[in-house]
Structure formats: C-alpha cells, structure tokens
C-alpha cells in the first residue's frame, strides 16, 4: 500500500510564499515522475509543476519563474515552492507520483488527498 501526504496549505496573502510537501510512505521501490496538480473551484485539475526521476522539471506557464519544484530522493518528498502568489493561484493542490512496489511490478500512479491553499487578494 501506497500513500502520498500533502503538508504545507493554508492562507495567504497576495505576494507571499508558501512552501507545499508531499511524502510518499508504504512499499516503495522506486519513484519514478512526481509532479503537483491544483483544481480551482468550477475549473479543471491541472498540472501546475512536474519532475522526472532524472531531475528534469517542467511549468505550465501560469507559474514560471515563481514556483519552484524540487524532490528529495532519500525522503521520498516532492516539494512544491510558491513565491509570488496571487489570487489566481487559489486551489486545491495535489500531489501525483508514478511508484513501483517492488522491483517485479509495474508502476502505478498515485494521488495525494490534496491541500488548500488559498490567496487573499
């Protein structure tokens, strides 16, 4: 079994930061991509920020040069920097991985229970 836990939401204000966790727990053998979605209300979930397991990362447009996402391997933590913020940025953010168990099974994909982050404007 399998769980990936969000940390790090909550409220702030226009121009702040927030820094969001994720860390995955259970039978892992190895994490493969890791990447951060976010859901406004009314919207599509989206993919904010994305991390290859060779350290490639990737930004939709609406974030670079803002957010920033890094991983610690030995942790099996993804982080998600947010510098910046702005009203827009308000949404429910989840953490998605690509885990194999065990070095005979395939990988499966993964989703945190997502966490709030909200931006007063």
């Known amino acids: 079994q399998v769980q990936l836990v969000e940390s790090g939401g909550g409220l702030v204000q226009a121009g702040g930061s927030l820094r969001l966790s994720c860390a995955a727990s259970g039978s892992i053998f190895m994490i493969d991509a890791m990447a951060w979605y976010r859901q406004a209300p009314g919207k599509q979930r989206e993919l904010v920020a994305g991390s290859t397991s060779g350290g490639r990362t990737s930004y939709a447009d609406s974030v670079k040069g803002r957010f920033t996402i890094s991983r610690d391997n030995a942790k099996n933590t993804v982080y998600l920097q947010m510098n910046s913020l702005k009203f827009e940025d308000t949404a429910v953010y989840y953490c998605?991985?690509?885990?194999?168990?065990?070095?005979?099974?395939?990988?499966?994909?993964?989703w945190g229970q997502g966490t709030q982050v909200t931006v007063s404007s």
């Open positions: 998605n991985a690509d885990i194999m168990s065990s070095r005979f099974s395939k990988e499966y994909n993964y």
